[in-house]
């Protein structure tokens, strides 16, 4: 059972930026596949951003590519999603979630078997 916090959400202008953790225990980090998605109220879970358990592929959605990165440090058990140039359409509830999974990401939310409670980013103009 692994268990996810997420931390660095709050307020911030537009063009700032950033970084989300979220730090893991209970479980295996390094045997786990980790995604970053964000949801707001009436829209399904969009998933942003995606990394390998040993973090040799990474994916980034469209509509963050340029400005978002992802990383993790498996010694630290986390995971950090960097926020750059944020836009007012950024703001959402962002989670981050886990797959026991050897090569590769999920791109789906039912994929993952493990989530974190969110934390919120919220971006004014």
Request: proline share 2%; net charge neutral; with cysteine.
């Amino acid at each position: 059972q692994v268990q996810l916090v997420e931390s660095g959400g709050g307020l911030v202008q537009a063009g700032g930026s950033l970084r989300l953790s979220c730090a893991a225990s209970g479980g295996t980090f390094s045997t786990h596949a980790l995604g970053w998605f964000r949801q707001v109220p009436g829209k399904e879970r969009e998933l942003l951003a995606a990394i390998s358990a040993s973090a040799d592929s990474t994916y980034i959605a469209d509509s963050v590519k340029g400005r978002f990165t992802i990383s993790r440090d498996n010694a630290e058990n986390t995971v950090y999603l960097q926020m750059n140039t944020l836009k007012p359409e950024d703001a959402a509830l962002y989670y981050c979630a886990a797959e026991k999974r050897a090569w590769g990401y999920a791109f789906r939310a039912g994929s993952y078997d493990y989530w974190g409670q969110g934390t919120q980013v919220t971006v004014s103009s």
